[in-house]
């Protein structure tokens, strides 16, 4: 293999910048051409391509976002926009892709090498954790910091007002970041997707709380939590149902999605990368790299499509055991 293709797809997180970084430099390690994608899918499909060199990438891998951009590219999901795209990685001489991104993006690269058998590794990069195959994926731990800090700031203010805060983090359809943060920022009750806690059962335990001499009072919830009331209707229902507490409601946002990147995002970022281009270089398709007891591990991208990423359980008894 003599040039290999990187791009970001779907939604970006902190990280990315690290990965594309990191294959750029394993490539140019052996002497291999690197072509970055611009625009995920969409570039690809459009020819929207750039030659990166090993210094091309300096002074990235602190940035957040990602230089490539990433898009949702509706096209790629046609015969026809895939058929244009392979022509145009032909054309510039490309022989495998890496795609940074989450289940959609692997679904596509999956389909793409079905279709013609081109040889494509994918490194997860969300900031959800959401995915089969690894521990962590791109951009989570820095999201989970930056909440914390934010978590803490909305403490000061609830406490100096007798205040019940709901806060809303990202995780529609898993709880990793609240239950993390719940954990770190040190929250009276977490919210999940995984676990219905009931209305009631909530009620119960801030009256405790209350009672027990807390004067304020964090509940981070997550996007999808199983209760099945956003947040807004969480804040009405417990004013109904109890006196004791103004309520305030914070939704986090994109917010969560930005920053700079931490060290052990940007570490991962860079043993992803030289994974994936060394697995390529084996001569290997159709794989995600991921973190696995802290080895850097590959996974069959259909298993990583496929798979569910599992709560932590003994995470949930901690935190259950530290809200007394
Ligand atoms: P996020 O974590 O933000 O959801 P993602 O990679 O799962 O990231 P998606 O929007 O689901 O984000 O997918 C990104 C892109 O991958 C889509 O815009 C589309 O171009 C391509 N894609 C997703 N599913 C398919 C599919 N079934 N067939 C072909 N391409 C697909």
Redesign the pocket.
Known sequence: IKKIAVLT???DSPGMNAAIRSVARTCAYYNIECIGIYR???GMIEGDFLPLNARSVKGIINKGGTVLKS????E??TPEG?KKAHENLLKEGIEAFVVI????????AL?FNEEFNFPVMGIPG?I?N?IYGTSHTLGYDTALNTVVEVIDKIRDTASSHNRLFFVEVMGRDVGHIALNVGVGAGAEEILIPEEDLGLERLLQSLKRSKLSGKSSSIVVVAEGDKIGKNVFELKEYVEENMTEYEVRVSVLGHMQRGGSPSCFDRVLASRMGVKAVETILEGKSSYMVGLLSDKIEITPLNEAIKGKSKINKELMRVADIMSV
């Open positions: 797809s779907g939604g995920g899918y969409q898009a949702r590219s509706q790629f999901r895939r991104g989450g289940d959609g993006s692997f679904t596509g389909i969300t959800d959401d």
